[in-house]
Nanobody, 123 residues
């Protein structure tokens, strides 16, 4: 079992920044992939970014490239999502997730999920 707890959400004006954290506990393998997803109001959940625990390879959705940065601290078992130049369309519930094996952008392939944290960006 893996437990994931997000923090760091909130409200910010367009152009502002927020940093989300995802603390992982339980069974974590070095080959695992950690991902951030978001679900805007009335829409389906979508991929935002992912990172490998070992090696640190990162992956981003086109909509956030150049604005968001995913990183991890292996010693703290924590993954971060630094979000800069936020836009109203970034408003969503953000969730972190974990999966074994290869990287994937599909939320269906992730095995564990956090409870989510709200990010609201006003114009």
């Amino acid at each position: 079992q893996v437990q994931l707890v997000e923090s760091g959400g909130g409200s910010v004006q367009a152009g502002g920044s927020l940093r989300l954290s995802c603390a992982a506990s339980g069974r974590i393998f070095s080959g695992d992939v950690m991902g951030w997803f978001r679900q805007p109001p009335g829409k389906e959940r979508e991929f935002v970014a992912a990172v490998r625990w070992i090696g640190g390879s990162t992956y981003y959705a086109d909509s956030v490239k150049g604005r968001f940065t995913i990183s991890r601290d292996n010693a703290k078992n924590t993954v971060y999502l630094q979000m800069n130049d936020l836009k109203p369309e970034d408003t969503a519930v953000y969730s972190c997730a974990a999966k074994w094996g290869s990287y994937s952008r599909s939320p269906l392939n992730y095995h564990y999920w956090g409870q989510g944290t709200q990010v609201t960006v006003s114009s």
